[in-house]
């Protein structure tokens, strides 16, 4: 029952079961998670017990994957444009929440350390429920998703400060808080150590050598493991990179959640970027997803059964408590009622942090244990309420809205292209620089670094990544885009993307560039809407020039270059369907030849009708 | 160009298929490489149509008489033409509020017409004379406050077979536009002409050359 496989194979059934009914039913995959947890725990069929508690930390990682990937989606500029609500609403959401449960507690008989600690730690929301939850219902980059985002940001960086003042509201025993700060860092070398300027040092360094490896340096190794094309080495390194941050951010003290979020957001302006994405997603939704299963199964309902009535008034209290300070909140900062709602239901709850926090309350002597256990399991009802929440102000509250309220705002984070080109090599750039010189917002994918630098000099936005994975073609933003525009080179990979691309986005257009006429029938069979020729064009040209030099005018060889055109995609149309036969190559060829000779010969028949019969005839006018 | 002419010409000449032409192709070997005059091909300069305005508008106010050379097609100009009127002609530029770039200049048409004059008549095939279908050019060049030339017009071109037939027409077209170059215009003298053609032949006797 203990071995590994065995844990992750219950773990994994649950979430298998419970999350595509919890979708199905339109409750989102964190409600589905949360039951999953709850049913395997240890009060219902018992399949986990203690461990989950490990499990828990250990998936906490997710939620530092998840501000990884944030802070890719956030460039440096749009991150400072929101300073104003990080700072304000995050700063007031904090402080009021603090403050008002300190009062609470001052007034339930707690000591003011007692209540100023339980205060800060509840003060805080979920990150990992409020995000995952915001994004699977595309409400993120709504004014009230960027909000709770903003509030979210100034909390994970509020913990430091907490981690620091918790120790202080302790009964004075020695040599107990420099043993759990070791506990909470889980690094045999603790900077408390140090003296303060000391510390202040080490942490400027920590985040400038990011910034400085992010901007400057990481994009070499990138290439360099691109160039070997080896797709596992790259995920490697993309982990590598997170984990790496993680553990200098805890190293210096710092959250691990906080400095990868910043150096996704270094990272942000990378042509790694949508690869980067695509390999960590998956981690990063499994990880999510143990998490939210561990708090499930981490409820302890056997503390509730004795306090049922306790339990039941203080989650209600906690929720009813902060909803009412989002609230008044979003009304100060000026926000349109229905975004309120939203605003304010979704950060109702105390988050995962207050499980670190409230052990580590305990170990300093803050408060005695029965009290921890009673608030964190507070906590994750808490949490597990969240979702039901969301779902009772989307499906009772938002309909009483008029619809003029819930016009989409405009000053959201909209970096979605319209067109997503796949290959930037001699001829992708052309279309790119057309598209470009009439201020098309094109995404464009290469799979060659070498290739991706050159062209990023002069400005355009190329990111690497290998367009037959569906992971990067949605990260890419395939999903809302308009066109694919496919002109790599190389015809049997461009017609497997040209099928993925049919399969998973069938509202997406394709304008492909096909290699010869076989290829352009493969291309016609798979539904591509529009199909190039990829010498046909300039040949045409080249032609026409030849005509030009021959003595014909210039209007007559244009002329005669768009008469062979029309008549060669008429005929290679008409000629499809007869393509793919048992014996289609001979049949082929054998067309291809007859084609080539009518189209040559009815030229000449019909020169004088196309060229303008009438425009040398006096016909007595 | 060394010499200072009174009036810079500047032909704008369009015809689609000039390789099959007979008339045209020896009105523009007349005049083309003339000092003071300026030639432009516009089928031959813009095959796609994509007609550089700002390049047309630069060459019309470097030049004091517009000739528009072309066949007489459906009662009207080559669609070339049209064109390079409806874009170049811009508002602001050659007509409207502040668009006097062209004012005072002279417009004029040069056409070749497969029938004769007396097809041009009421009693004949096209009932109304050619000058009331060059009515919309009379008007174009007033509206730019232009004055309007009476046009040179070759007619009954199926008539015309032999070279020399033709270079009746065409030597007398050079003589028009050597003459509007060297000449002070005398509009109203012109206007009680309605070809230019008879213009000409009537200062023949007076003016020798």
Request: no cysteine; net charge negative; charged share 35%.
């Given at each position: 029952m203990d071995s590994f496989l065995f844990q992750a194979f219950i773990y994994l059934l649950a979430a298998v079961v419970s999350v595509p009914i919890a979708k199905r039913l339109g409750l989102g995959s964190v409600l589905g998670y949360l039951f999953a947890g709850i049913i395997i725990g240890p009060f219902v069929f018992k399949f986990v017990g203690v461990e989950s508690e490990a499990i828990l930390h250990f998936a906490e990682f997710g939620v530092v994957m998840m501000l990884f990937l944030i802070g890719l989606e956030l460039r440096p500029e749009l991150l400072w444009r929101l300073r104003g609500p990080i700072l304000g609403l995050g700063g007031l959401q904090v402080a009021v929440t603090t403050v008002v449960i300190l009062l609470i507690g001052f007034i339930f008989g707690f000591t003011w350390k007692v209540s100023l600690a339980i205060g800060l730690i509840l003060a805080l929301s979920s990150t990992a429920i409020v995000l995952q939850t915001l994004n699977e219902k595309g409400l993120i980059k709504t004014q009230a998703g960027q909000s709770s985002f903003s509030v979210l940001l100034f909390q994970d960086i509020a913990v430091i400060p907490i981690l620091a003042v918790l120790p202080l509201l302790a009964a004075p025993i020695l040599g107990t808080a420099e043993h759990s700060v070791e506990q909470i860092h889980h690094?045999?070398?603790?900077?408390?150590?140090?003296p303060g300027w000391q510390q202040a040092i080490l942490v400027a360094l920590v985040i400038a050598t990011i910034i400085i490896i992010g901007r400057f340096l990481v994009r070499y190794v990138f290439r360099f493991i691109a160039e070997t094309r080896l797709r596992e080495i790259f995920t490697a390194f993309a982990l590598f990179l997170v984990i790496g941050i993680a553990l200098a951010m805890q190293l210096v003290g710092l959250s691990a959640a906080l400095g990868t979020f910043l150096a996704g957001v270094v990272l942000?302006?990378?042509?790694?970027r949508h690869e980067l994405e695509s390999d960590i997603e998956p981690f990063k939704g499994l990880l999510l997803g143990l998490f939210f299963i561990s708090v499930g199964a981490s409820i302890d309902f056997n503390l509730f059964a004795e306090e049922p009535y306790l339990i039941v008034g203080l989650v209600a209290g906690l929720i009813v408590i902060k909803l009412v300070i989002l609230f008044v909140l979003g009304f100060v900062f000026k926000m349109s009622r229905s975004q309120n709602f939203l605003f304010a239901f979704s950060l109702a709850q105390s988050g995962e942090f207050a499980f670190v926090l409230f052990s580590f309350a305990t170990q300093n002597n803050v408060m005695p244990v029965p009290l921890a256990d009673t608030l964190i399991l507070v906590v994750a009802l808490s949490m597990a309420l969240t979702p039901v929440l969301m779902i009772f102000n989307e499906k009772l509250?938002?309909?009483?809205?008029?619809t003029l309220d819930q016009?989409?705002?405009?000053?959201?984070i909209d970096e979605k292209n319209p067109v997503i080109i796949a290959g930037f090599g001699r001829f992708g750039q052309i279309v790119g620089r057309l598209l470009h010189a009439n201020n098309i917002g094109t995404t464009v994918l290469d799979s060659k670094p070498s290739q991706i630098e050159m062209v990023r000099r002069f400005g355009y936005k190329v990111f690497y990544g290998d367009a037959s994975r569906v992971e990067l073609l949605h990260s890419a933003g395939a999903g809302e885009a308009k066109l694919f525009i496919l002109t790599i080179g190389d015809k049997d990979k461009a017609l497997e993307i040209a099928k993925t691309v049919k399969n998973q986005f069938p509202n997406l257009k394709i304008l492909a560039r096909a290699y010869d006429r076989r290829n352009t029938y493969e291309l016609m069979d798979i539904g591509v809407e529009v199909i190039q020729r990829e010498t046909f064009g300039s040949a045409l040209e080249l032609g026409a020039s030849a005509l030009k030099l021959l003595g014909f005018r210039n209007y007559q060889a244009h002329r005669a270059a768009l008469t062979f055109k029309h008549h060669d995609e008429t005929t290679l149309v008409d000629l499809h369907e007869h393509f793919?036969?048992?014996?289609a190559f001979l049949l082929q060829t054998r067309l291809k030849n007859q084609d080539l000779f009518e189209l040559l010969s009815s030229d000449e028949e019909d020169k004088d009708e196309t060229m303008g019969h009438s425009w040398e005839r006096p016909g007595g006018m | 160009m060394s010499r200072n002419y009174k009036n810079k010409i500047l032909v704008i000449f369009a015809h689609p298929a000039l390789e099959k032409s007979r008339i045209n192709v020896e009105l523009c070997r007349a005049i083309k490489?003339?000092?003071g005059i300026t030639f432009r091909d516009l089928y031959e300069i813009y095959p796609d149509f994509l007609i550089d305005v700002k390049e047309e508008q630069r060459l019309l106010l470097d030049h004091d008489i517009i000739v528009l050379q072309h066949p007489f097609y459906w009662y009207s100009c080559p669609a070339i033409i049209k064109e390079w009127i409806d874009l170049v002609l811009q508002y602001g530029f050659a007509y409207g509020h502040e668009g006097t770039a062209l004012a005072g200049k002279h417009m004029m048409s040069a056409i070749s017409v497969g029938a004769s004059e007396d097809a041009y008549t009421e009693n004949g095939v096209h009932y109304y004379h050619v000058r009331e279908f060059l009515r919309p050019f009379e008007r174009t060049a007033a509206l730019c406050n232009m004055n309007y030339i009476p046009p040179f017009v070759v007619h009954h071109t199926s008539d015309l077979v032999t070279v020399e037939d033709i270079s009746v027409f065409s030597d007398l077209y050079k003589k028009v536009l050597i003459s509007l170059r060297d000449k002070d215009i005398d509009i109203k003298a012109m206007n009680e002409f309605k070809y230019i053609n008879d213009y000409m032949l009537d200062q023949y006797e007076s003016w020798s050359v």
């Open positions: 690094a045999g070398f603790s900077i408390e150590a140090l942000a302006d990378s042509e790694y509250l938002q309909p009483r809205f008029s016009r989409p705002e405009s000053d959201t793919g036969d048992d014996e | 490489n003339l000092d």
